[in-house]
C-alpha cells in the first residue's frame, strides 16, 4: 500500500522563484518513492513583514480579523507557483488554500488553534495521484472566518495534516540537518540524533533547541505523529526521527544538553511567609506578560518567618520586571530584590533517565570538579537544569557533552554565529 | 428607507496606502449621507503584474486554475488593507473575499461569468451597521474552485453585487469625470453627459470610449442596475449616470460621437459567388482569434458572378490576418487582397435617433461638405458608423460634434496625449 507523506518548507525555502523550483524538485523525488504527497508552505521569504508593513501603515492597531484577512494572502501566492512549478516538471499537482480544504480552528484570531481538518478533498485529490499543495499557517472557522495559527503555525498545519489523514511521516524541512546532542556552535563533537522522543524534544525546544516549535511536537505528540526533521539542501541525509518514547530504543540516558544564555535571575529576598505571596507576585508577572522560567522558594526561615522567592526569565524583560517589582515591593512587605544576569542554565534531556538513578549527581559532580558552581536546579522527569555563571556555560556544556557519551567522531556543519558569552 | 450604494474602486485608486487612506474617505463619505455601503476593489497597482511575472519564470504555460488562485491573492490584500483603514477612521468596517461570501460563477477559469450571489452575510453586516469591503475581481464554483472574471472583472463584480442587494446605485470611481460626447482629446468642446442609456454606453465602448468595460454595462442593463461613472478625485461632480432608455428623458437624437483610429480595412475582391464563402473566410478568422468590426459584401457581380468581401480589423491583427489570408487564396479562388490601414472610424451614437428619420443622412451631408469620402458605412438601431480616411477623423468627429448639437461652453479637463493620426 502506497505512503501518504506530509512535506512542509517554510518561508526561507520558497523565497524566490528558483528556491520553489528547488521545493518542486523535492517533492517530485518523494512523489517518484511511489508515495502520496501533500505539501504544505509558509508564504515567501519577506512577505509577511511587508504586508505587515502596510498594515502599520493604516493603523496603529489593525484589527486581528484583518490582520488574518491579510497575512493568509502570503500562502496563496506560494501554494499556487509550487502547484504551478510542479506542473512544469510533468506532475499534476493541485493547490488548495484552508478554506477550500475545510481546515477548521477555533473563532480566535492571530493564533487559533486547529480543532479539526475535513479530508474528503485531501483524500479525492491522491486518489486521483495529485501532488497536493496546502497552504499552511492558516485556517478557517466554522462561520467562515479566515484565521491564523500564530507562531510555529505552518509546522503545526503540516502536523495536524499528518494526523488528519494518518500519514506514515511528517518531514519538516529547514535548514539544518536535524536536532543535534548540543549546540554545534558550541561543542563542535555534536552529533545528530538520529531519534529522539517528541518529550525530549520539547524540553531541548525549551532549553534552547529552537528546531521546530514546541507547539508543533505537542500536535505530534498527542496524534503520535512521526516527525522528521531534515535538510532542504542535503536530501540523502534522513535527519531526525521524532517520536514516541515507547517506539524508541533507548540506549542512553541523556539525549542531548543544552545551554539558555538568555536568562536572568531574580531574587525577591525577606518576603513575609504569609499564604498568598507567590501568586500575588507570579500572577502580576503574567499580567505583564513577563515569562518566568525556573522558580525556587526557599524554606521559611524560623527567626525572621520570611523566604527568599528566586526565578529567572529572559533577560529581555528584564527592564521592565524590575519596574514591575518596585512597584509591588510595598505590597510584597519584601527586602532587597537581586539582580543577576550574568546566568546560563545548562540543561541535560534524556527519556533514559527515567528510572535510573544517579544521573543528576553525575551532573552536579561533572560541573564541581570543573570548579563550576551550581545557583539553582530544576528538575523535570526527563530534564535537570542548572542555572550557573555565564563565563562556565561553554565549558559546562563541553563537559556534560562528553560525560554523557553524545561526542560523535565527526566535526558537525557549524552554521550560524557563536552566541555571545 | 436606508440606501444601499455599491461604490467600486481600481488597481490605480488602491496603489499605495496613501490613496487607500482616500479611498477609505470617500467611503465614508457616503456612510455619512446616511446610506448602507458596500465597497468593491481590484488588486493594488502592479500586483498583477508582479504575480503573473513569478508565475512566468516557473511556469511557460502556467495551469489556469493555479492563475486563478495566484491572481485572487491580489484583491485578498487590498480588501484587508481598506477595512483596516476604514476602522482607523472610527468605522465599523468588514472585508469578505469571494469565497465568503459566495460570489458563484460557473467552473471556467481566468474568464469566469457569475451565476449567483449569495446575499445572506452581506444584508447581515448591512443591518449590523457595517461598511463591506469585498474583493472583486474573483468568484468561486459551487465546488469551491477559485475564478476570475476577466477583463473588466472589478466593474462586473461591483455591478453583480449591485442587482443581488437591489441597490439604489452602484458607483464606478475612476480616474475620469465621466462619459463624454465625444473625446476630449480631439474635441475640446466635448460635454460630459450627465445621463447615457445601457444602449448608448455599450455602442460608444465599441466605437472606442473606453471609461467601462462592456461586459459590466451589459450587467447593469440586464438587472437594471443605475450605473454612476465618477471622478475618484473630484467628489462634489456626480459624474455620469448610466440608466436604462426608458427611464431617460431624451432630448437630443445624438448623444455622443467617437472615433477609432486603429482599424484596417481589408478587401478581398473577386469572390466567386457561390455559398458558404464567407462563412469558410470569417470562421478561418475566428479561428484565428482575429476580431472582425464592419462587414460588407457587395451585390455580386452579373458577368463575373463574384463578390467583393470588405470588412475591418484591429490594426494589431494585420500581419496575422495578411498571412491567414494569404494561405487561404487558393481554397477561396479569390482574386486580389487590398489592404489599407490608412483609415478610421467615425461613428455617431444616439437611442434618440430611433424612429427619427434623417440622422443618417445629416451625418453623410455634414462629411460631404467637409470634402471626406465615405469609404465603407454601416449601421446599428443606435449607431451610424462610417470609415473615412485617417486624417479626415479629426475634423470629421468635430464637425459631427457641432451638427448634432453637443458642444460645452467649458473646455473640457483634457488628460492624456492625443491619438496619433
Known sequence: MRKVIVQKFG???VADTEKI????????????????????????????????KMAK???TNPSSREMDMLLSTGEGVSIALLAMAIQAQG??????????????????????????????????????????VVAGFQGVTEDGEITTLGRGGSDTSAVALAAALNADRCDIYTDVEGVYTTDPRIVPKATRLDEISY???????????????????????QFNVPLRVRSSFKLDN????????????IYKPVTGVAADLSQARIVVCDVPDVPGQAAKLFGKLAQEHI??????????????????????????DLDKTIKTLEEMKKDLQCGDIQINDNIAKVSIVGAGMIDRPGIASAM????????????????SEIKISCLVDKEDAHKALQALHKVFELEGSEIADVKGDLPNV
Not at 200 to 206: I, S
Not at 364 to 371: C, H, I, K, M, P
Open 91 to 132: 506532475y499534476d499537482a493541485v493547490s488548495f488554500n484552508a478554506m477550500q480544504i475545510g481546515i477548521i480552528t477555533e473563532n480566535v484570531h492571530s493564533k487559533a488553534r486547529i480543532v479539526n481538518i475535513k479530508t474528503e478533498k485531501l483524500k479525492k485529490n491522491l486518489q486521483e495521484g495529485k501532488i497536493i
Open 21 to 52: 523550483k528547488n521545493v518542486a524538485k523535492t517533492v517530485i523525488r518523494e512523489k517518484n518513492n511511489g508515495n502520496d504527497v501533500v505539501v504544505v508552505v509558509s508564504a515567501m521569504g519577506h512577505t509577511t513583514d511587508y504586508l505587515v
Open 291 to 316: 515569562s518566568v522560567d525556573m522558580i525556587i522558594q526557599s524554606y521559611a526561615r524560623k527567626i525572621s518567618n520570611t523566604n527568599d522567592i528566586a526565578f529567572t526569565i529572559d533577560s529581555a
Open 57 to 59: 501603515d493604516l493603523s
Open 11 to 13: 518561508g526561507t525555502s
Open 364 to 379: 552536579f559532580e561533572t560541573l564541581a570538579d570543573l570548579g563550576v558552581n551550581i545557583r539553582m536546579i530544576s528538575t
Open 238 to 249: 534522513l535527519g531526525t526521527l521524532i517520536l514516541g518514547v515507547d517506539k524508541m530504543e
Open 199 to 221: 518529550e525530549e524534544m520539547l524540553e531541548l525546544a525549551h532549553a534552547g533547541a529552537n528546531v521546530l516549535h514546541p507547539r508543533s511536537v505537542e500536535t505530534a505528540k
